[in-house]
């Protein structure tokens, strides 16, 4: 029975206790006992009661301390999420973990770079072949043949794209003659048809 009690606070929830161990019990307590166990459970019971005032006390005081000094919930918080992200900006785990950031970072911006530079050397290359020459030259060629057919010199020079900006405006300026004899053939038709 020693073995199962361990005092005043037990590790177990309160078990259902048989009327006979209850009854054999309190036959073995004096009347004695009993008057200073009930005179220090009264004792007790009556400094549980003023830690709870005294507690309630602090806590009024301490509310009102905070609201003179303008603490807040949200305040409160903030402070807290500051602390507490300090706290982990300084921990070993954090610095490790950014150290180990910034080098993955580092090794991969130089990664990235590697890449980079084979690829340009990779078109350079490309331009060099004679794959890419050939291309290039049917382009020019196409770009003089366009240039002579607008009527711009080819010995002119301009880009690629001043060549297709000046063909649309070529293009856009025969337009409205082809419009008006669109629309010229258009009402001969009709009148023709009317004729019938």
Not at 15 to 37: G, I
């Amino acid at each position: 029975m020693e073995a199962r009690q361990q005092g005043l606070l037990e590790t177990q929830p309160l078990q259902e206790v048989d009327e006979d161990v209850v009854a054999a019990l309190s036959n073995s307590v004096s009347d004695e006992e009993r008057e200073e166990m009930q005179v220090e459970l009264d004792k007790l019971e009556e400094e549980i009661s003023t830690l709870r005032q005294v507690l309630a006390a602090k806590e009024k005081h301490h509310s009102e301390l905070k609201q003179k000094l303008g603490v807040n919930p949200l305040n409160e918080f903030r402070h807290n999420f500051n602390k507490s992200w300090h706290e982990m900006q300084t921990s070993t785990a954090y610095k490790k973990t950014q150290e180990t950031l910034s080098t993955a970072g580092q090794k991969a911006s130089a990664a990235f770079s590697n890449v980079g530079t084979a690829i340009s050397r990779k078109f350079g290359d490309m331009r060099n072949s004679s794959s890419f020459k050939s291309f290039e030259e049917k382009v020019e060629s196409t770009v003089s043949t366009l240039k002579s057919k607008v009527g711009v010199p080819s010995n002119s020079g301009g880009s690629f794209e001043e060549v297709l900006s000046s063909t649309a405006h070529a293009s856009a300026q025969d337009t409205p003659a082809a419009a008006t004899r669109l629309t010229e053939s258009s009402e001969q038709q009709c009148q023709n048809t009317d004729s019938f």
